[in-house]
């Protein structure tokens, strides 16, 4: 980006920085110009994952369809070519709280389902059994620490949505959802609806 203020709307994908993952996730259907953002390893983790996420939403036995929107100041600073370690989630169809339940429970399922096939290649395998000592237990600071903090809404001080917060991949994630906001005449204080 050349340093010119964008005027117009504009596809923005993101794109994998890691040598050895240059693929690129878009959703965005617009035709035009096109500003790339590229993804640090964790923020790759991150989206792949709220995208698998998705996906395992769309396939569950009750199935709920949601798209994920990246927000605020992390597609700002992307852009700029500013560090950004936070990034906020919007969410068309579930709450904040929601897919913030959904989402950690999908990586738990995922490090379960590893630790299950980390565990049977162990027991197949003389090796393995000498290296049990030796194996490499992942850094909390690549999943889930902690638990899912909620930041109630707090419509007095224009806080008008409950955001779900929690840390991924070691970067700080809020989850909210979009909304349409309608205000009465004799009002400062909108009727939201969930939605686009």
């Given at each position: 980006?050349?340093?010119e203020?964008?005027?117009?709307?504009?596809?923005?994908?993101a794109?994998?920085?890691?040598?050895?993952?240059?693929?690129?996730?878009?959703?965005n259907?617009?035709?035009?110009?096109?500003?790339t953002?590229?993804?640090?390893d964790?923020e790759?983790?991150l989206?792949?994952?709220?995208?698998?996420?998705?996906?395992?939403?769309?396939d569950?036995?009750q199935?709920?369809?949601?798209?994920?929107r990246v927000?605020?100041g992390w597609?700002?600073?992307k852009?700029?070519?500013?560090?950004t370690h936070?990034?906020?989630?919007a969410?068309?169809?579930?709450?904040?709280?929601e897919?913030?339940?959904?989402?950690?429970?999908?990586?738990?399922?995922?490090?379960?389902l590893?630790?299950?096939?980390?565990?049977?290649y162990?027991?197949?395998?003389?090796?393995?059994?000498n290296?049990?000592?030796?194996?490499?237990t992942?850094?909390n600071n690549n999943?889930i620490?902690?638990?899912?903090?909620?930041?109630?809404a707090?419509?007095?001080?224009?806080k008008?949505?409950?955001?779900?917060?929690?840390?991924a991949f070691g970067?700080?994630?809020?989850?909210?959802n979009?909304r349409?906001?309608?205000?009465?005449?004799?009002?400062?204080?909108?009727?939201?609806?969930?939605g686009?």
């Amino acid at each position: 980006h050349d340093g010119e203020p964008i005027t117009r709307p504009v596809k923005i994908v993101a794109e994998g920085s890691s040598s050895s993952d240059s693929t690129t996730t878009t959703i965005n259907t617009l035709d035009g110009p096109v500003l790339t953002i590229a993804l640090d390893d964790q923020e790759r983790q991150l989206f792949d994952n709220l995208l698998a996420t998705a996906r395992a939403l769309e396939d569950a036995p009750q199935p709920k369809s949601v798209q994920i929107r990246v927000a605020g100041g992390w597609v700002r600073d992307k852009i700029l070519g500013l560090p950004t370690h936070d990034v906020d989630i919007a969410l068309d169809s579930c709450t904040g709280v929601e897919f913030a339940n959904y989402f950690k429970e999908y990586l738990l399922s995922q490090q379960r389902l590893q630790q299950q096939e980390e565990e049977e290649y162990s027991a197949s395998s003389e090796t393995a059994l000498n290296n049990n000592n030796n194996k490499n237990t992942k850094n909390n600071n690549n999943t889930i620490i902690g638990r899912i903090g909620v930041i109630a809404a707090n419509p007095a001080q224009s806080k008008h949505l409950e955001t779900a917060t929690l840390r991924a991949f070691g970067l700080e994630v809020d989850f909210s959802n979009l909304r349409h906001e309608t205000y009465a005449e004799d009002s400062r204080i909108p009727t939201i609806v969930i939605g686009t």
